[in-house]
């Protein structure tokens, strides 16, 4: 395990700006199960809430024909076709459920925002690993997080695909893992570490390894999978391999809070440290890079020296 800097705890800043001065207990062990809504965009106020399910798609001309519940105070339920983005588009099945927000276009249309699948199982999946996780936080010394030697943490997250991945799903292979979001401004940050990222999938496949490649979001309000689908794209990013995921804000939180990743919510902007892990097909943590400049060649070589691949 490693140790917070004694000038600040990422972890505490995190928790503190969720949970609130309430009792300092609370940033040590982290949010109690009650207090954790691990609803899927919830606390997003843009536009207004729709529900519903999409009845047909047009991905050339990006719409989605949804039928929507009632959205009290605005609009009784009825079917209608929205503008979404590319990424939202090719995410999209016919006879899914969706949460979205709906906000006016330029042209006096509809658009939706900020969509999120709907889906019990998924749901299901989001607490009870959020559970384990919270558990393994409780556990952790005090000023401790995760790091080379370590057992890695549990996780389920939905992925750019907005299909759930869990940290289980993951194992049997290699997992390079780092921690970004998309509206990040500097370029020696998040940009940074995503091409490395791409550069060292690409000495993979060259290689032909087996290796997973997973991108956590530390914006979930605002990276949603649709968002984080067209940001792979933008960066040329592909394959089966690699998943950017997002999630639920308790259980970004309670991520970043076990591998000591601060990010600290400003205007328009996350202030963070970062993170790149390289984690067995086991699940332990071999290898951990805290800067965004770290080489994808000695990852490739710690990778190529694994038993199995």
């Not at 605005?74 to 995410?91: I, K, L, R, W, Y």
């Not at 409780?138 to 997080?145: S, V």
């Not at 440290?273 to 400049?293: H, V």
Request: aromatic share 8%; glycine share 8%.
């Amino acid at each position: 395990m490693q140790s917070f800097p004694e000038h600040i705890s990422g972890a505490n800043v995190i928790l503190k700006r969720f949970c609130g001065p309430v009792l300092f207990l609370l940033l040590l062990v982290g949010c109690s199960q009650n207090e954790q809504n691990l609803e899927l965009g919830a606390g997003d106020e843009e536009g207004y809430l729709l529900v519903g399910e999409i009845k047909w798609i047009d991905e050339a001309n990006l719409l989605l024909k949804v039928a929507h519940e009632d959205i009290p105070g605005f609009m009784p339920a009825m079917t209608m076709d929205f503008g979404v983005s590319e990424g939202d588009s090719q995410n999209a099945e016919v006879g899914q459920r969706i949460k979205a927000r709906m906000v006016r276009d330029e042209e006096g249309g509809f658009q939706l925002m900020r969509i999120w699948p709907l889906n019990e199982e998924d749901a299901s999946d989001l607490k009870k690993y959020n559970e384990r996780l919270q558990k393994q936080l409780r556990e952790l010394p005090l000023g401790r997080y995760l790091g080379e030697g370590d057992d890695s943490a549990d996780f389920a997250l939905l992925d750019h695909r907005g299909n759930i991945v869990t940290s289980d799903d993951l194992r049997g292979r290699p997992l390079v893992m780092n921690f970004i979001f998309t509206r990040c401004p500097d370029a020696n940050m998040c940009p940074l570490s995503t091409s490395k990222r791409g550069q060292l999938q690409k000495l993979v496949m060259e290689a032909d390894l087996p290796v997973n490649f997973v991108s956590v979001s530390m914006d979930p309000e605002f990276d949603t999978p649709g968002v984080l689908r067209q940001y792979a794209k933008a960066y040329g990013i592909e394959g089966d391999d690699f998943y950017f995921v997002t999630g639920p804000k308790p259980a970004i939180l309670n991520l970043l809070r076990s591998y000591g990743v601060t990010a600290i919510e400003k205007v328009d902007t996350i202030m963070h440290s970062l993170a790149t892990m390289l984690i067995d097909q086991n699940g332990e943590i071999l290898m951990r890079s805290d800067k965004s400049s770290w080489e994808p060649e000695a990852f490739l070589e710690k990778l190529e020296s694994l038993p199995g691949t």
